[in-house]
């Protein structure tokens, strides 16, 4: 079996996801050792810049010359995974996401200074860019299922992963339902993954693993305000994490039969 | 055989017991009951009227690896199933437990549920119901069969129902704690106790005629608007003690040939249970994974096995954040209107 050639690539982020695969510290010699690393360079020095069998991205995409590096790395990868919440559905930059105004945001921040590096716009998910065979999210992402894909993808298998809500996880746990609470737990909009880490110490879900495929935006909506959330917390609070993957979804949400009557 | 124990008793015996196996017991902690492993009784709380989960869980756990394999072969990972006693379970739970038999140990017999519940020992318990247990509306509020031995609380004593020789070998362990001299107050306070029971139950559940009402209502618009409010979590499924569907997995270890085949709990109301090769998905629609549930728990499966797959436990009136549970669906299908 010819170990497959990895590169690992950080954009728009906190590097936090390739400081977890540097974290994964029992498995790092197997994991060097089933592939051939050809860049890391938050790893090593010695990084060389040709094809790849898999490329792991990290980050979202927020100027020209991240966008043109993503689609070289593209061009060279037989596969691109986004690796992380930032590169599967934007992160927090991406919080803002279909509501205009970046222009000025961005002169909000920036004022009139002369911006010499590359052009920025606003930051989006690598699959609004280039297309992606894979995403593994997560903030950071899992050890295990980190390991668990890679250790697929070196036996030529399909990786899997949990497509659910974490509120599976959280039940496996045996754990009350936080909603019950009343407090704003955002698991039924959240994959799993995480192990149901935050609900199993009674937090409330914040989103970080991003959407699953399967929303019901305006069913999470409706109950969040019975609990008496406003709808802007409501909103800004699921597009924190759910980036790219909500923002659509969050402009389609209808009232309720009981705002319909009261609108009347 | 039915014996009879003085209440300050069962501690000594659970005692002698805990010689077969471990014990298993309901336990609080704050909002959380949950079957727990115990030391003593004193840890249990036997006055909760539900676990968040069911016992299922130690009969078939959520996720659990079924065997190992390489490139020769797989060994299977049963025989280091530990033996328990399940101390506490209620009528409902243990005519769950029957149900997961037929699924588990009938036409197709698996080898892991089987294993489990061969060295698992079923100590039912009588209870009191809340406002969410609907037993008295599915027929499962009291149970005959199905466990090893059945405690009845009638204040000063238990009544203890010996229903299978292992439940019989576990009373021999400690025989002079039973007495069989079981006299007219017994009688009358056993009746009392079951008037009591049937007293308590405030749920507004009826599922009578349920399989016709679903047929008649099957298109009907009330699933589509209860569809909208279902946040496809899956809790539902999770804790009920009927349903029993799971995903096999594999994990592999990273350069190797070995790996591991794994099963964890899945649920129908989830948009990839029903997908398929190809990408076609014969539920994708919300509503039509409500449909799936509601008409096999209260439609199919009494069609099939002359008997609803609820057991009356009231863990989705309990658990769903949204309100849609047997009670809710049953409710607005018959009157044709989503209630509050």
């Known amino acids: 079996m010819s170990s497959p050639k990895i590169g690992v690539y950080g954009f728009t982020g906190c590097a936090g996801d390739q400081l977890m695969i540097l974290n994964c510290e029992n498995q790092l010699v197997d994991l060097f050792g089933a592939t051939e690393i050809r860049s890391f360079s938050m790893a090593k020095s010695d990084n060389h810049e040709g094809e790849l069998d898999v490329a792991f991205v990290e980050g979202s995409i927020s100027t020209e010359e991240q966008l043109e590096h993503l689609k070289d790395i593209r061009k060279r990868a037989k596969m691109l995974i986004a690796i992380g919440t930032c590169a599967c559905w934007g992160g927090p930059q991406a919080m803002k996401l279909e509501e205009g105004g970046f222009e000025k945001r961005y002169k909000g921040v920036y004022g009139n200074a002369k911006i010499t590096v590359s052009k920025a716009f606003e930051a989006q998910p690598v699959d609004a860019f280039v297309r992606v065979e894979l995403k593994i999210p997560g903030c950071p992402i899992d050890k295990s299922e980190f390991l668990g894909a890679v250790s697929k993808l070196v036996a030529k298998r399909h990786p899997y992963l949990y497509r659910f809500p974490v509120c599976a996880e959280c039940k496996w746990k045996e754990n009350p339902c936080i909603l019950w609470e009343g407090k704003f737990c955002a698991g039924p909009l959240t994959k799993a993954g995480c192990g149901a880490v935050c609900p199993s110490h009674n937090m409330p879900c914040v989103g970080c693993w991003g959407p699953t495929d399967d929303l019901n935006v305006g069913a999470e909506y409706n109950l969040l305000k019975e609990k008496g959330y406003g709808p802007d917390e409501i909103v800004q609070k699921m597009k924190k994490f759910g980036g790219a993957g909500v923002a659509k979804l969050v402009k389609e949400i209808k009232p309720t039969a009981k705002e319909k009557e009261a609108n009347k | ?340």
């Open chain 2, 1 to 340: 055989m039915i014996l009879k124990m003085k209440k300050e008793d069962l501690s000594a015996f659970l005692e002698t017991v805990k010689e077969w196996g471990e014990l298993w017991g309901p336990t609080r902690k704050g909002e959380r009951v949950a079957f727990e492993r115990v030391e003593a009784l004193s840890q249990m709380d036997l006055k909760a009227a539900r676990t968040i989960i069911p016992p299922k869980k130690l009969l078939y756990p959520p996720r659990f690896t079924m065997f190992d394999f390489d490139d020769e072969g797989y060994v299977e990972r049963t025989g280091d199933v530990p033996n328990r006693i399940l101390f506490g379970i209620h009528p409902c739970d243990i005519h769950g437990i029957q149900i997961m038999d037929t699924m588990f140990l009938e036409e197709y017999k698996d080898p892991y549920y089987a294993e489990r519940r061969e060295k698992t020992l079923l100590l039912g318990h009588s209870c009191i119901p809340d406002e969410k247990c609907m037993c008295f509306a599915t027929d499962t509020e009291f149970i005959a069969e199905g466990f090893d031995l059945f405690f009845t609380d009638l204040k000063m004593f238990y009544l203890v129902w010996v229903g299978s020789s292992r439940g019989h070998d576990l009373v021999r362990m400690k025989p002079e704690l039973f007495s069989r001299d079981i006299g007219k107050d017994d009688i009358l306070n056993y009746t009392e106790y079951r008037k009591w029971k049937t007293s308590q139950f405030s749920a507004n559940a009826d599922f009578t005629g349920m399989p016709d009402i679903f047929e008649l209502g099957y298109d009907s618009s009330i699933l589509d608007e209860l569809a909208e409010k279902c946040l496809s979590c899956g809790q539902c499924t999770m804790v009920c003690p009927t349903c029993n569907c799971f995903n096999v997995v594999d994990e592999v270890e990273l350069g190797s040939v070995e790996g591991t085949r794994d099963r964890f709990w899945d649920s129908c109301m989830f948009r990839e249970y029903s997908l398929v090769a190809g990408g076609h998905n014969f539920r994708d629609k919300r509503v039509d994974r409500l449909k799936l549930w509601y008409t096999h728990k209260l439609q199919a499966y009494i069609g099939e096995f002359g008997e609803p797959a609820c057991v009356g436990c009231g863990r989705c009136v309990a658990t769903c954040p949204v309100d849609i549970n047997v009670v809710t669906v049953a409710n607005a299908l018959r009157e044709q209107e989503v209630g509050k």
